[in-house]
């Protein structure tokens, strides 16, 4: 019983099933060659008797010599049929071509997989990374979105406070307008400043981008609606000048130099002309406290250095009827703007110079006391 015939397609077949196939093929197709020498006369059969003589042949035909290999060779096995192609004759190099095609087609059958794996790592390593760089992007930008916010709520915050404060500056500019062209006598004064706060207070030009203006902060909220209707007040027109009453003030030194004119009240319209003379402190060589104010960065800024003055530096003072008096420094202080106890009279011959302190600040008040000089000039 024959063999029966292998009838599967090529598809269905193994690697080594297919490579044995070629094997097969190969060896018959050289047994077919070698038969076809034979015929030809071109190779002498294995099995012919070594003393029969070769039919002559063609002078035209070279005999090729048997290779001493082929008498080893096995016999050849009956070759085993496989209906792949049906009945259309292949050759060794077709079904080698046919081969080395299914070879391939196994190969990259095989290949998406292991390239799947190795891109699904790549691809988690480039998700993983893509949601750290989004994160920093996202932390980026809440980042600046909130230093914009700080920013805008601080400066609208800075602009309200100077909005507020050139409010109130034109406010009282207005009043100080107002008061000016009223042609009514000015009022009786009822309030004394100096009771609750040292004179020359004023906010700083810094706050007020370099305008003059009224510190009614440092008054007790409860006397500021009074004290604004006569701030403005001009108190010099009510205190008649004397002979005795102090005319100028000179101070020479190293690192101070004062020649100002001296004008009686210490209200705001006064001091915006020079040096203002307490109303009711004493007059020049009395044996009381001679109160001198200026402010220290706004009208002329009379009284800008009198910080550096020491102990020993000399204050010389003129009364209207032109005496002089010199007075010499014995000490200087930084008070609070409610210390008022510095305008007390008392009953000893010296000066108190005022002004606000620090410079372009103008929180507190620089307090200089000097006591007359025994050997004044006159």
Known sequence: MGK?????????????????????????????????????????????????????????VVVPQQHEAAQDLPPVEPPVTYDLTGDIPRFEDEFEEELAHHRQDRLRSERPAR??????????????WDHVLLAVEVLGVVGIVGVL????????????????????SAEMQRDADAMRATPTPAPILSLRLS??????????????????????????????????????????????????????????TDKVSVDASIYGGDDWAQLQKGVGHLAGSANP?????????????????????????????????QARDGRWYTYVVYNKEIVDPT???????????IVTLITCHPYRVD????????????????
């Open 4 to 60: 029966m015939r292998d009838r599967r397609a090529v598809d269905e077949l193994s690697i080594e099933e297919l490579e044995r196939i070629l094997a097969i093929r190969k060896r018959e197709l050289r047994q077919k060659r070698l038969d076809r020498y034979v015929r030809e006369g071109r190779r002498i059969p294995a099995d012919a008797p070594i003393d029969q003589e070769p039919e002559p042949l063609l002078e035209s």
């Open 115 to 128: 390239r799947t794996e190795a891109g699904d790592g790549r691809s988690r390593r480039r998700a993983v």
């Open 149 to 168: 916010i700080v920013g805008g709520y601080l400066v609208i915050n800075e602009q309200d406070k100077i909005d507020a404060l050139d409010q109130k």
């Open 195 to 252: 009771d609750y706060v040292l004179p020359t207070g004023h906010y700083s030009p810094d706050q007020t981008g370099g305008e003059a203006a009224f510190n009614l902060d440092e008054l007790p909220e409860s006397i500021r609606p009074m004290a604004l209707a006569q701030i403005l007040a001009p108190q010099a027109e009510r205190v008649a000048p004397q002979p005795s009453s102090p005319n100028r003030i000179v101070i020479a």
């Open 285 to 317: 060589g009395e044996d009381a406290n001679m109160v001198l104010a200026a402010h220290n960065d706004i009208f002329g800024e009379i009284f800008r250095d009198i910080q550096y003055l020491t102990p020993g530096d000399e204050i010389r003072v």
């Open 339 to 349: 210390d008022v106890w510095v305008l007390e009279r008392g009953r000893e011959p």
């Open 363 to 378: 929180t507190q008040r620089m307090i200089v006391f000097a006591r007359l000089s025994e050997d004044e000039s006159s």
